[in-house]
T-cell receptor
Framework: AQRVTQPEKLLSVFKGAPVELKCNYS??????LFWYVQYSRQRLQLLLR??SRESIKGFTADLNKGETSFHLKKPFAQEEDSAMYYC??????????????FGPGTRLSVLP | DTAVSQTPKYLVTQMGNDKSIKCEQN?????MYWYKQDSKKFLKIMFS???????INETVPNRFSPKSPDKAHLNLHINSLELGDSAVYFC???????????FGDGTRLSIL
C-alpha cells in the first residue's frame, strides 16, 4: 500500500529557530507530494507541492528520491506557524484503490 | 465565495439516529472526497468519487454512504450512529485524482 509517514507527532521550537518537519513516503512509481497545514479549528489548506518548487510563508520542501523524503523546512519559525502539518502523496492506485494518502500529521508548536 | 462548503458545521445527536452532512463545491472540480479526522487528528479518507467511479475505503462501515446528486455535490449519510462516529468530517474536492485538494471547514459530529 502507498504510505506516507511523519515520525514526529509533536515538534516544539522557539521563535526564530529553524524548523524541519520530516516526511517519508513509500510509493511505487513517482508520486506527487504535498504539504497541507491546518491552523487551530480551521480547514486544511495546501501549503506547497513539490512540482511547483516554490516557497510559501517562508517554507520550502525538497523531494529527495534517494531517501524517499519530502521534509518541510523554515529557517526562522514564527509563532503564527503553530499548526498541524500533514504530508500527503498521490500516485498510482494501490491494492485498496487509494491513490491519495495523508501522513498522520505533526503538530508544530512555536514557543515565544 | 466559499469554494467547498459543508453543512451543518456542528451536529449533535443521539446514538442510533440517522444523519446527513451536505457538501457542495463551486470550483468545477470532478472529484470529491470525504475524510474523517479523529480526536488525535489522524486524517482518514472514507470515499473518493468522480462522476464515473466511487472508491470506498474498505475499513469504512457500510453505515456510511455517499450520495452524489450531481458533480458539484457529495453528501454523506450515516445510519445508526455510534459513539465512535464522533469526529470532524471534512469534504474536499480536486480537479483530477492526483491534484491538490480543496477542503471544506469540516463538520463536528458529536454523539451523545
Amino acid at each position: 500500500a502507498q504510505r506516507v509517514t511523519q515520525p514526529e507527532k509533536l515538534l516544539s521550537v522557539f521563535k526564530g529557530a529553524p524548523v524541519e518537519l520530516k516526511c517519508n513516503y513509500s510509493y511505487s512509481g513517482s508520486p506527487e507530494l504535498f504539504w497541507y497545514v491546518q491552523y487551530s479549528r480551521q480547514r486544511l489548506q495546501l501549503l506547497l507541492r513539490h512540482i511547483s518548487r516554490e516557497s510559501i510563508k517562508g517554507f520550502t520542501a525538497d523531494l529527495n528520491k534517494g531517501e524517499t523524503s519530502f521534509h518541510l523546512k523554515k529557517p526562522f519559525a514564527q509563532e503564527e506557524d503553530s499548526a498541524m502539518y500533514y504530508c500527503a502523496g498521490s500516485g498510482p492506485r494501490d491494492n485498496y484503490g487509494q491513490n491519495f494518502v495523508f501522513g498522520p500529521g505533526t503538530r508544530l508548536s512555536v514557543l515565544p | 465565495d466559499t469554494a467547498v462548503s459543508q453543512t451543518p458545521k456542528y451536529l449533535v445527536t443521539q446514538m442510533g439516529n440517522d444523519k446527513s452532512i451536505k457538501c457542495e463545491q463551486n470550483l468545477g472540480h470532478d472529484t470529491m472526497y470525504w475524510y474523517k479526522q479523529d480526536s488525535k487528528k489522524f486524517l482518514k479518507i472514507m470515499f473518493s468519487y468522480n462522476n464515473k467511479e466511487l472508491i470506498i475505503n474498505e475499513t469504512v462501515p457500510n453505515r456510511f454512504s455517499p450520495k452524489s446528486p450531481d458533480k458539484a455535490h457529495l453528501n454523506l449519510h450515516i445510519n445508526s450512529l455510534e459513539l465512535g462516529d464522533s469526529a470532524v468530517y471534512f469534504c474536499a474536492s480536486s480537479q483530477g485524482e492526483n491534484q491538490p485538494q480543496h477542503f471544506g471547514d469540516g463538520t463536528r459530529l458529536s454523539i451523545l
